[in-house]
């Protein structure tokens, strides 16, 4: 890793479904991708949210890949079709123990699931 990566503050790079999404699988995985690795005692529910509406939180479960650079969110149920989904990332901190930003996307599920169009 280049000094300047090492010195840079930690943030959220993107997440996938992209922000403003809209035709997103009901049993899509929501993943954000940092810049720098988490602190894994700073990952889960309370620091990476998916919200219905904006108030409303989906059940849900909040791993780390393995480098622990891609914080992954796995519904616990389908989400709900037409609606504006909100996910909040507010709390995380790299292993350095320097705070991430807080980030907000939104995304609209459509009313399909991925075996609806995949063999």
């Known amino acids: 890793m280049d000094r ?8 959220v790079l993107r997440i996938h479904p992209r922000d403003g999404a ?4 009901r049993d899509a995985t929501v993943v954000a991708c940092l810049s720098h690795a988490a602190d ?16 409303v ?6 791993s780390l890949s393995s480098d622990r650079n891609l914080v992954i ?18 709390g995380l901190r790299d292993v350095r123990g320097l705070a991430l930003g807080p980030y907000v996307s939104r995304f609209v599920p459509c009313d399909l699931v991925h075996s609806d169009v995949s063999d």
């Open 40 to 55: 894994v005692s700073s990952v889960g529910p309370d620091t990476f949210r998916v919200l219905e509406q904006g108030t």
């Open 57 to 62: 939180t989906v059940p849900g479960r909040v």
């Open 73 to 90: 969110w796995t519904a616990g149920r389908l989400l709900t079709p037409g609606v504006e989904h909100v996910v909040r990332a507010e």
């Open 4 to 11: 300047a990566l090492k010195l840079a503050p930690p943030l």
């Open 22 to 25: 809209t035709g997103v699988f």
